[in-house]
């Protein structure tokens, strides 16, 4: 039988340039954003294998029930690869609350979905994007501009603004977020972690990185190291926030100097 494992991260984390990059393995499935709500047609999505679930079968409508969906679906993605596939299920921070009874505290309690993940043993490769900065302006700017990914060899040179007050209260509540699920992680044994900031060179996918992960995956044959999608920022601030000076002096004031 084929064998599950997680990848979990924040949004604008380099997930969709690192599934690109191990999908190029011929053992290797991935499953971009699984429980995004977006993904609800798709056959590989959640929701819809939910629904046809629910369907055949309606009392697992009932709140007790949920994580027997979530069983369900992680076999049968396994019966359906057969082996050596390793299927890869990418799941953001924001997503493993949706088997959550509503009196758990979120980032408090820890997920049921984490806890089921924990319990089956199923690996979970984490990227962290420390600097929480850099996540929030790219989120700024991929919505203000419509362009959420691009490929190698594009330049995006959109300019945007930057709603300090907004900024301050993201990448406190970012850092707190990245903070709690490392700690939930930091006694799993079977967790890889990477730091998104050190996982290219010059766009490239660094050697080491890549070699770490495909021994986590347990692949004979290693993966090779190419992506098509590029970083839309260059770094350089100054020149794509037009409010960049505000920006430094709200970050001085609050704080958050160490994400300049």
Wanted: net charge negative; aromatic share 12%.
């Amino acid at each position: 039988m084929s064998r599950t494992y997680v990848m979990l991260a924040k949004q604008r984390s380099g997930t969709r340039a690192f599934g690109h990059m191990i999908k190029q393995h011929p053992n290797v499935v991935y499953l971009s954003e699984v429980f995004h709500k977006n993904a609800q047609q798709g056959e590989f999505g959640f929701f819809n294998f939910a629904f046809e679930e629910v369907k055949r079968q309606p009392e697992l409508m009932y709140p007790d029930r949920k994580v027997e969906i979530l069983d369900r679906y992680l076999n049968y993605y396994q019966e359906k690869n057969p082996s050596p596939k390793r299927i890869v299920l990418d799941v953001k921070y924001n997503q493993t609350h949706h088997f959550d009874h509503y009196i758990q505290e979120r980032w408090v309690d820890m997920p049921i979905f984490l806890r089921r993940i924990m319990s089956l043993k199923i690996p979970v490769i984490h990227i962290c994007r420390r600097n929480c900065l850099a996540t929030y302006l790219s989120v700024e700017r991929a919505k203000q501009s419509g362009i959420w990914h691009t490929k190698a060899g594009e330049v995006q040179t959109d300019t945007f603004v930057v709603d300090t007050d907004d900024m301050v209260r993201e990448i406190n509540a970012r850092q707190q977020e990245m903070d709690v699920f490392s700690r939930w992680l930091s006694n799993y044994p079977h967790v890889l972690t990477l730091d998104y900031e050190k996982m290219y060179e010059d766009g490239v996918p660094e050697k080491g990185m890549v070699e770490q992960v495909s021994s986590f995956l347990e692949l004979k044959n290693p993966i090779v190291p190419e992506t098509d999608i590029s970083r839309q920022s260059t770094g350089a601030y100054e020149k794509e926030v037009e409010n960049w000076e505000e920006v430094k002096s709200a970050l001085i004031e609050n704080g958050l100097a160490k994400f300049l």
